[in-house]
């Protein structure tokens, strides 16, 4: 595929590094020569120094012929005019990173495909989705709900009171199990693991389930005595926390420390009616902490630009007697130090954007991509189309990749567990997990 990338910040710059493994052909346009070079020394792709709103540019770039144009420059008036002058030049598909969430409305949906927009991407609403899933199930460290609910898949830090460890799984997973474990992340590496693969103590287990199994699953690994979270302490200010706190269930009170006076006004007045309270002061202040109430604490979450001071932050938070905590890390070379130090759910915003583009490349119907944050896997859902390859055969036959393992499937809205002998159906929605980066060789299975 030929792919452009506007906007060599972050997420662009991790998207391109993604995208060059694959060897898609990469082409990553900045106004930022210093910030071209630097990703040109690690990554094979063509730059290109010009405004992504330069129709000499977005021609020079090839996007008369590009597959895919994908706009994510911090400025959200650049990306939406360089998707819609990249769609009238001929670029098939485009995405634009915004920053303004009524622009998300489903009632808005057919007018940016009209005028050359076919998706947009809001890193921190994602992300602030994600946080909240998070301290509503306190007991897991990733929660992640698959056509409307109907199967749910559950990432689990394992402790000593798991009843499931050192049972090899083709003992302990029977044709009949109410779950699939489909992914296992044991120190750095991540298992799709077969009959002979054992649970271990401190792995993460990715569990594949339906909903009226989840009771069982929390007591098998010895998650019961964890209790529900109502009070959530936020650490920082930034819209990633405040779409998280405008959007927390009801039954939650919300606390927001913010060191910025200014800030502090500013969500006030954002979060108007909103029963949440805002702080000015120093979250990494313990005695802060302790007199704005952390002892009575069930979550806590920090969400500063800082990734250190995030990962610092929930430690102390953890010393104080928060069990549930979540912590934004946008540094990836940090994620595997804060999954050692047993941080909790960990947020990054760079494979949450990716994840969501990720899936428009992909030539088969793919509902959703969730790209593991702690784990080098994905999760995908494949909508299975008539005469795909899927239905020719029972799964165990298909011949699927080293690497990939099928979760479960929805058929007529309900959730099923997959086995060797099930046989997929055309209007299926099966859920694949694979090892990074495999996604792509899969569409030929399911077009």
Not at 243 to 264: F, Q, W
Not at 280 to 301: N, P, W
Not at 394 to 420: F, Q, S, W
Request: negative net charge.
């Amino acid at each position: 595929m030929k792919i452009i990338i506007a906007g060599a910040g972050a997420v662009g710059t991790h998207l391109a590094q993604l995208l060059a493994k694959e060897n898609q052909d990469i082409t990553l346009m900045d106004e930022s020569e210093d910030k071209l070079s630097q990703v040109a020394d690690h990554v094979d792709l063509m730059t290109l120094n010009t405004k992504p709103t330069s129709i000499r540019g977005l021609k020079d770039a090839g996007a008369a012929h590009a597959d895919l144009f994908i706009a994510v420059t911090p400025d959200e008036m650049k990306n939406i005019t360089s998707c819609m002058l990249a769609h009238s030049l001929g670029a098939k598909k485009t995405v634009a990173r915004i920053d303004n969430a009524e622009y998300l409305n489903a009632e808005y949906k057919d007018f940016f495909r009209n005028i050359g927009i076919d998706s947009l991407i809001f890193p921190e609403i994602l992300a602030a989705k994600d946080i909240i899933e998070g301290i509503k199930h306190s007991w897991v460290r990733q929660w992640w709900e698959v056509h409307n609910g109907a199967l749910v898949m559950l990432g689990i830090k394992l402790r000593e009171t798991a009843e499931i460890l050192n049972i090899p799984l083709k003992t302990l997973c029977g044709p009949d199990t109410s779950y699939h474990i489909v992914a296992i992340k044991r120190d750095e590496t991540t298992i799709i693991p077969n009959g002979e693969t054992s649970l271990q103590l401190n792995d993460i287990a990715y569990f594949m389930t339906t909903k009226k199994y989840i009771p069982y699953i929390r007591k098998i690994v010895g998650k019961e005595h964890y209790e529900d979270v109502k009070n959530v302490m936020i650490m920082g200010g930034g819209r990633t926390a405040m779409h998280t706190a405008l959007n927390v269930p009801g039954y939650m009170e919300v606390k927001i420390i913010e060191s910025d006076p200014l800030r502090c006004d500013e969500l006030n007045e954002a979060l108007g009616d909103k029963d949440v309270m805002v702080i000015h002061g120093d979250a990494r202040d313990s005695s802060l902490l302790m007199s704005e109430g952390i002892q009575h604490t069930q979550a806590f979450v920090a969400l500063t630009g800082q990734s250190e001071s995030n990962i610092l932050a929930c430690l102390t938070a953890k010393r104080m007697g928060v069990r549930k905590t979540v912590a934004l890390v946008d540094n990836l070379d940090y994620v595997s130090m804060a999954e050692k130090l047993d941080i909790g759910t960990i947020i990054n915003k760079k494979t949450i954007a990716a994840s969501h583009i990720y899936q428009m490349m992909l030539n088969a119907d793919v509902s959703n991509v969730k790209c593991l944050t702690v784990a080098d896997a994905d999760v995908a859902e494949f909508e299975v189309k008539p005469g795909a390859r899927v239905t020719k055969k029972p799964v165990k036959d298909l011949g699927l990749p080293p690497g990939v393992a099928i979760g479960g499937l929805v058929r007529k809205g309900e959730g099923m567990h997959v086995n060797g002998m099930t046989q997929i159906q055309e209007g299926d929605s099966v859920v694949v997990f694979c090892q990074n980066l495999f996604i792509k060789k899969l569409d030929k299975y399911f077009v």
